[in-house]
C-alpha cells in the first residue's frame, strides 16, 4: 500500500519583504506611476493615444466593429475589383469590336466621296461639250440635284 506524506517546503514558511507598518519613507518600486518616469505626452502621436482608448471599449464590442471594418473593406475590394474585371471585358471587347468596324466604316466613307466626284467629274465632262447657254442651265441644274438630300 502507498502512504502519502506532506512535505513542507521551508522557502513558503519564511515571511515575505516588505515595508515595516512604521517606515514612513515607504515608496513603492513596482508601481506604474511614478514621478520619475521618461513619459511625455508632448511626444505621444495620435495613434498611440487611440490605442490606448481601445481599453475603453468592451471585448464585445470591439469585436463586433471589428467583424464590420472586414466585412466592408471585403465588399468595397470585391466590388473593386468585379467593376475593373468588367472594365477590363468592355474595353478588349470595344478594341477587337471596335476599331475594326471604325476601320470598315471609314473606308466606305472614302468610297462614297469616290463616287461622288466622279459622278461630278462625268456631269463636269458632259457640260463642257454641251457648249453654248445650255451649259450654264445645266450646271444650275446639277448643282441644284447635288444639294437635294438622296434619298
Known amino acids: 500500500m502507498v502512504q502519502l506524506t506532506e512535505v513542507v517546503d521551508e522557502h513558503f514558511q519564511e515571511g515575505q519583504p516588505g515595508p515595516e ?3 514612513e519613507d515607504f515608496t513603492d518600486t513596482d508601481s506604474e506611476i511614478s514621478n520619475e518616469s521618461d513619459y511625455d505626452p508632448l511626444n505621444e502621436s495620435l495613434t498611440e493615444r487611440l ?3 481601445r481599453d475603453i471599449i468592451p471585448p464585445h464590442t470591439r469585436t463586433s466593429i471589428s467583424n464590420k471594418i472586414t466585412a466592408t473593406t471585403d465588399a468595397i475590394g470585391s466590388v473593386l475589383s468585379f467593376s475593373g474585371k468588367t472594365l477590363w471585358v468592355l474595353g478588349t471587347s470595344a478594341l477587337i469590336i471596335g476599331v475594326p468596324w ?3 466604316w471609314v473606308e466606305e466613307q472614302q468610297v462614297i466621296e469616290m463616287e461622288k466626284e466622279m459622278k461630278m467629274r ?3 465632262g458632259d457640260l463642257l461639250t454641251a ?3 445650255a451649259t450654264a442651265q445645266q450646271v444650275s441644274a446639277a448643282l441644284a440635284k447635288e444639294a437635294q438630300p438622296a434619298l
Open 131 to 133: 457648249g453654248d447657254n
Open 102 to 104: 471604325a476601320l470598315a
Open 21 to 23: 507598518e512604521n517606515d
Open 122 to 124: 462625268e456631269m463636269g
Open 51 to 53: 490605442y490606448a482608448l
